[in-house]
């Protein structure tokens, strides 16, 4: 999606099941306090996560991690996108990621990878630049 000067549109899920959702909820308000519009659905599977992405045409799909292993999730997310032809979804990921599978995460193309504690300035920046470099649909 090229940057036209609208506001960000930014899917937040939380993978599966997992009920631990105060971190995204707490980065879900600071995205919306940064002028960003903020779609949170919770407990997606890969179909439904870029099923929801598409239909909302958002530049960003965030998916938090506090149980299982980003690396069951992220690779179907990222496939599923390719299938469908879509190259302009930004892809980040948060919450309890093992240090060890970051460098795996980003060979699948996430552009973001944030932990507690991060900095809700350093995802909103990665945002920005991560967005401003996709190529249009």
């Known amino acids: 999606m090229a940057d036209t000067g609208q ?3 930014i899917l937040l899920a939380k993978s599966q099941i997992d009920a631990h ?3 995204v909820r707490y980065i879900a308000r600071k995205l ?3 002028g960003k519009e903020v779609i949170f659905i919770r407990y ?3 179909d439904e996560i870029v099923h929801a992405a598409l239909q909302e045409d958002v530049d960003v799909i965030g998916i938090s991690f506090s149980t299982g292993t ?3 999730v992220i ?3 990222m496939s599923l996108l ?3 032809g879509v190259k302009d979804k930004v892809v980040i990921v948060g919450g309890i990621v093992p240090d060890d599978i970051v460098p795996k995460l980003r060979e699948y193309g996430v552009a973001g990878v944030f932990g507690p504690g991060s900095a809700p ?3 909103i920046d990665t945002i920005e630049r991560a967005v401003s470099k996709k190529p249009s649909a």
């Open 21 to 23: 959702d105060r971190g």
């Open 7 to 9: 506001k960000k549109r």
């Open 44 to 46: 997606g599977v890969p």
């Open 121 to 123: 300035a350093d995802i």
């Open 82 to 84: 390719k299938k469908k």
């Open 75 to 77: 690779p179907k997310v």
């Open 32 to 34: 919306l306090e940064a």
């Open 70 to 72: 980003p690396t069951a």
